[in-house]
């Protein structure tokens, strides 16, 4: 599914503006401006023109899954039965109706077609998510996964650097 977009060619300051609202995406336009050394209208058009060109996605807050009760986290590496797009489109729409999973990327490399990083409250949940959802999504042939010991990095940031 390549498609052909094209994105505004990014500045020194563009790179900046990314990068701090990455870090602080709350950020008011007065203290963004100041960081990055532009004045403020300028500022808030590049970040107007950043969003419409889709380069910035959206804003969200960073939620502690612990404090909700949510302190299993599991990485499952999902094998399919075929590689067809209807088989792929069903499992995918599927999985994204699980509020327990948290990402889903479709893998090479290894003997997983899919590998889907969830939170649950205990090992309890992690068994009824398998075995009441996960392993009933058709085409699903076998799942293996990772209990996550302890969240080294957890950001999101994507590297702006040119």
Do not use: W
């Not at 390549?2 to 060619?9: A, G, L």
């Not at 970040?47 to 299993?72: P, T």
């Amino acid at each position: 599914m390549s498609q052909n977009i094209t994105f505004p060619t990014l500045d020194r300051f563009d790179r900046r503006i990314l990068d701090e609202l990455q870090h602080s995406g709350r950020i008011s336009n007065q203290e963004l401006a100041e960081r990055i050394g532009l004045s403020p209208s300028p500022c808030l058009r590049r970040v107007r023109a950043l969003e419409e060109s889709g380069m910035i996605l959206g804003y969200r807050a960073q939620i502690d899954a612990r404090k909700l009760g949510l302190s299993l986290m599991a990485l499952l590496h999902i094998s399919m039965d075929r590689h067809t797009p209807e088989r792929f489109a069903n499992f995918e729409d599927t999985i994204a109706s699980l509020p327990q999973v948290m990402e889903c990327l479709l893998i090479t490399g290894q003997e997983a077609d899919y590998q889907l990083k969830v939170v649950v409250k205990d090992m309890d949940d992690y068994h009824d998510l398998l075995l009441k959802q996960i392993t009933r999504i058709e085409g699903v042939t076998g799942v293996h996964s990772s209990f996550v010991l302890r969240q080294v990095i957890d950001h999101q940031r994507v590297p702006t650097a040119s």
